[in-house]
Each structure stands twice: as structure tokens, then as C-alpha cells.
């Protein structure tokens, strides 16, 4: 899976919401990044967080896609199987979406057991030796965060298969709580991710291949061409579905495949919005989305700070 792996290296660059490419080490300052590899999670040997059976909320944003696409014979899509050649500033060329992503529904790949009896189910753990081996560069002690403010979660999650999965993600402990109620009501709103696993080294050094689809947050690296750091660097940031929400500015979308969902009117399944499930889910805790943002947007990207 480099291709998820290209995307979240790509996008910390930007703005201060992700990651830099290339082989720096975790904690230094920026260089344009790459795409993902799938890791093999170890789960929580810590006891789970009381969970609820999941209740109805709003309809997800939206079911039926409206996307005027023909239907879709190609072969099945190979994620991180063709690496884009690479622009002067070190991101993939931005190319046309394939016919088989124009509509992306992907199935989801099990790596940690899906929750029991598909009640939503969470965990929150401090960061085991073993997690701390799979971070790999994603961490330093040059990093502002310290492994004691940071916490493992897993999360249930809706796929496009409409299955439950268990995802996991790296969180600064004071929003760990928080963001497993965002997600608690994604689940009940049927609300469907591809992808949720940890950040590692192989996706900071991937080659861009534009077609990552990760949902991920903690990883250490600067803003491109700045010298603060991102806010995934703090671990209060959240990337979700980035495929069918990039990141856009200018002449440049990330991931570099996803230009059919850059025109937000063609609804499809994945897609977050205005007023929507997901938005309000991150309102209700406070926190920001970069669909809002002024001179760039970064759909899929949401934050403590709002940057």
C-alpha cells in the first residue's frame, strides 16, 4: 500500500497538516514526502473503554453517489503499484483520476480483528514498546510531543464494504477522549473509511504514487518551508479519506490522482461537507476543518487549532 504512504508524507508539507517526503529524520526540519506501506498493528493488551451500542444519528453524507461516471469495468486498482514521476518541488505530477478511483469504494483490508457483534468498541493506551517500534522515524526526542503525552487508540469504523473494522491512531492524550466519541458517531452514522492505521518510516520514504487513501494523525514533521511545526505533529490533527478529500492549492492536488473529487458538487460516498456528519462530529469537540480555509482547502485535514 506505498500509495497511501506517499499521501501522508505529502500532506504534512502543507499548511502545517501533515508530513514531509523524502528520508529526513523525524523532528528536523521538512523535505517533501511519499507514500504508504501496510504495517502489521499489534493490538492493546490494555483493557478497553466502556462502549455503548452505537445509536442512530444523521444519514451519512451522501449514499448514492451523483457522479456521472460510467460504470466501472477496468481491472481491480493496485494502491502504490505505479510511483508518479516527480515535480521540482518533490510532489507527483497531478494527473487524471483513473476510471476505477473515479468513484473510489475500495474494499478495506482487516489488520487488527473487526469489533465483536459490530458494536463500536475503542481503545486508549499509552505508547507500548511494541507501538513505539512500528512509528519507527514518525517520533524523535526532538519532537515537541513526548511518548508519555501520546496515546495508542483503536476505533471502530464503517468500511465501503459497509463491513465494521478496527482502525488505529496516535493521539495527544489530552484529545484521546474526544476523538473516540468523533468516531463513535461516524460509526453510528455509517459514515464509511478506507484505510486507519499508524504513520511509519516506509511512509515517510515512499515514492509518491498519488492513490493513498490512509485516515492517520500523529506524525512528527515541520510545515514545508516554515520552521513551526505541523499540527499532526502534536498529535492534534486528523486526516480522513484523503483520496476523496484532497488537499488543493493552485495547480497542485494531493494525493496527485484524486482531481475528480476536487469538484465538490459531484457527491459521492466518503466525501465530507459543509454542515455534515463529519464537520459537526469535529465541531462538537472543538475542533477545525481545512475545507474552510481561504487560500488553499484541505478537505480531509481537521485540527485543534484549525490550521
Known sequence: MAGAAALIAALAVLCGCGSSAGSVVAGTPPAISAAPTTPTPSPSTTSPEPTEPTEPTEPTEPTPSTSSATPNLSPPWQVGASPLPLRPDGFGYVLPTPPQLVNRRLPTVDVLPPPKNGVFTATIDPISSAIRKRMGETWSQNCPVSLDELRYLTVSFRGFDTKPHTGELVINRSYARDIVSVFRKLYAARFPIEEMRLVTT???????????????????????????????????????????????????????????????????????FPGGVVVKAFAAIGWGWGGSWQHSKDYQHFSSTGN
Open 202 to 272: 516506509a511512509d515517510l520514504n515512499a515514492h509518491p504514487t498519488g492513490d493513498g487513501n490512509v485516515t492517520s494523525a500523529f506524525v512528527c514533521r515541520a510545515a514545508r518551508g516554515q520552521t513551526r511545526w505541523s499540527e499532526h505533529a502534536y498529535g492534534r490533527a486528523i486526516d480522513i479519506n484523503p483520496f476523496q478529500n484532497p488537499y488543493v492549492k493552485d495547480d497542485l492536488v494531493l494525493p496527485e490522482l484524486a482531481s475528480a473529487y476536487v469538484d465538490r458538487a459531484d457527491k459521492r460516498a466518503g466525501m465530507i
